[in-house]
């Protein structure tokens, strides 16, 4: 399995509370995704990060913000988080372009905004 | 958009049969990857195709790059209970990866 933790697992917040989720990796790889999954959507995503520091939107960016303050971590905020972002999120890693390089997956953070 | 069209989206097999899925589009791919996901889990890659035509082996898995460009299946033989989950096709392009949305398989006892 590729080094990926993320952190939480599981987590119930309210609606209008900021949340950050965590993606650790041990794999030194330059690029990182966050991608939210849904029933009927299948793997969408949110925002990328091609560097330190450099992060880029996804199709699904509203109500998202991502920082990458070092090659290992990606975090992902909800700023005030709604019940449409009730989700399973998944953090991704690849070593170059996807083109070249393909994108490996950890177990995902299960968000339920009541 | 790109879109990726998957299909089927679930099968009812028996355990022992040989399984086919397929994943077509309307836009040209440099790659292809599939992936299995597991309940509870994040998906996990089973093969990346990066040059059309190219067929690629993992086990009991083929998959195959389409000579279009634009399509690619994957086949399962001798199909056993742990190859129950759902299998998601991905196609890149400029660095811009799309997912289908996933074939379901279940496997009948």
């Known amino acids: 399995d590729a080094g990926i933790t993320q952190s939480p697992r599981h987590k119930v917040t309210e609606t209008g509370t900021p949340v950050t989720l965590r993606c650790h990796q041990t794999?030194?790889?330059?690029?990182m995704y966050w991608y939210r999954q849904d029933p009927g959507h299948g793997l969408r995503l949110i925002h990328y990060?091609?560097?330190?520091?450099?992060?880029d939107k996804g199709e699904v960016s509203d109500g998202y913000s991502v920082s990458r303050s070092k090659t290992e971590d990606f975090l992902l905020t909800l700023e005030s988080a709604t019940s449409s972002q009730t989700s399973v999120y998944f953090c991704?890693?690849?070593?170059?372009?996807?083109?070249?390089?393909?994108?490996?997956f950890g177990n995902g953070t299960r968000l339920t905004v009541t | 958009g790109q879109q990726l069209n998957q299909s089927p989206q679930s099968m009812f097999i028996q355990e022992g049969e040989d399984v086919s899925m397929n994943c077509t589009s309307s836009s040209i791919f440099n790659t292809w990857l599939w992936y299995k996901q597991d309940p509870g889990e994040g998906p996990v890659l089973l093969i990346a195709?990066?040059?059309?035509?190219e067929l690629t082996s993992n086990g009991r898995l083929t998959a195959q790059f389409g000579i279009t460009r634009k399509d690619s299946f994957l086949n399962i033989s001798a199909s056993i209970p742990s190859d129950v989950g759902i299998y998601f096709c991905?196609?890149?392009?400029?660095?811009?990866?799309?997912f289908g949305k996933g074939t379901r398989l279940h496997i009948l006892p």
């Open positions: 990060s091609y560097g330190v520091k450099d992060t």
């Open positions: 195709l990066y040059k059309a035509g």
């Open positions: 991905a196609g890149s392009r400029d660095d811009k990866i799309i």
């Open positions: 794999e030194n790889h330059r690029y």
């Open positions: 991704a890693i690849s070593e170059r372009v996807p083109d070249n390089s393909p994108l490996h």
